[in-house]
C-alpha cells in the first residue's frame, strides 16, 4: 500500500490543475495544430559491429518517434546506433536492429511488431516508449498489459531475453510545451512511468533512468526531440547500463 501512496497521491495534482483545464484543452489543440512534426531519420535501421572479443549480443529496440530518430537526418546519428557506437568502442560485438514508428502507442507498437514477417529473436530487449501513450491518455491498466503483451511476444522466439525499459520521458520539461500544458501531461507521464518501474520490479526487468537535459541546446528544433548530442547522450547512458 505504501508504494502505492505516491501514485494515489498524484491524482491531487490534477485538481490542483483543474481550475485551469479549458486553458489546457486550448493548449492541447493548438500544440497539435502548430508543431512542427520532423520526419524520420533516413538511413538502415540495422548494423553490426565485429570485434577480436568473442563476446557477442544482439540488440533489438522497439519504440516510438525517439527511436525512428525523429530530430536528426540520418540513422547513424540516432538513438540506437549511438548505443551500439558505444559498445563498438568497447569492443563488443553484436548486431542491432530498430523497429519504430512516429505516433505509436503502446498498443499501436504491439500492432507493427505484428505485421514483421518474423519477430527478430535478441539477447537484448530495449523498449522506448510512453509519450504517444501519455499524449493519449491511455488507462495504467492497459499500459500494464500492454508493455506484458509486447516483451512475450519478443519472448517467444528468444526466452533468455534480457529485457530494459528506459523512463518515460519528463514531459512538464519539453521546451516546446506551454504551462499549464506541460504540468498536465508531466504528471500523467510520471504516473506511466511509476507503473513501468513497478512492472520493471516485478518481473526483473531493467528500468533504465537518466537525467538527459532538456535545455534547447540539447533539442531539436521542434523542440519534443533530441538532437544529435542529446541522442548521444541518451545512447552512452543506455550502452553503459547493458554493459554493467
Not at 519478443?154 to 499549464?180: D, E, G
Not at 531493467?206 to 538532437?227: C, R, T, V
Not at 543506455?238 to 554493467?244: G, Y
Amino acid at each position: 500500500m505504501l508504494q502505492r501512496l505516491p501514485l494515489l497521491l498524484s491524482y491531487s495534482g490534477y485538481c490542483l490543475l483543474a481550475p485551469l483545464l479549458p486553458l489546457i484543452i486550448w493548449q492541447g489543440k493548438n500544440t497539435r495544430k502548430t508543431a512542427l512534426r520532423l520526419p524520420e531519420a533516413d538511413g538502415p535501421r540495422s548494423g553490426e559491429f565485429n570485434s577480436t572479443i568473442p563476446t557477442s549480443l544482439d540488440i533489438l529496440h522497439l519504440g516510438e518517434s525517439t527511436v525512428a530518430g525523429v530530430g536528426v537526418h540520418h540513422s547513424n546519428l540516432g538513438f540506437t546506433a549511438n548505443i551500439s557506437r558505444v559498445l563498438a568502442e568497447n569492443n563488443v560485438s553484436h548486431q542491432w536492429q530498430y523497429i519504430a514508428q512516429t505516433g505509436v502507442t503502446m498498443q499501436e507498437l504491439i500492432a507493427l511488431l505484428n505485421q514483421q514477417q518474423a519477430i527478430p529473436g535478441c539477447s537484448h530487449l530495449i523498449i522506448s516508449m510512453g509519450v504517444n501513450d501519455t499524449t493519449n491518455f491511455t488507462r495504467r491498466h492497459h499500459w500494464r498489459e500492454n508493455l506484458i503483451q509486447l516483451v512475450n511476444q519478443v519472448k517467444v522466439n528468444s526466452p533468455k531475453t534480457q529485457v530494459y525499459f528506459t523512463q518515460v520521458a519528463p514531459m512538464h520539461r519539453f521546451p516546446a510545451l506551454a504551462k499549464p500544458l506541460n504540468y498536465f501531461l508531466g504528471l500523467r507521464a510520471w504516473q506511466l512511468n511509476h507503473e513501468l518501474k513497478s512492472l520493471c520490479a516485478d518481473n526483473d526487468w531493467q528500468f533504465i533512468s537518466i537525467d538527459i537535459p532538456l535545455q534547447p541546446e540539447w533539442m531539436a528544433k521542434d523542440g519534443y526531440h533530441p538532437n544529435n548530442s542529446g541522442y548521444e547522450l541518451w545512447g552512452q547512458g543506455v550502452a553503459q547500463k547493458i554493459m554493467e
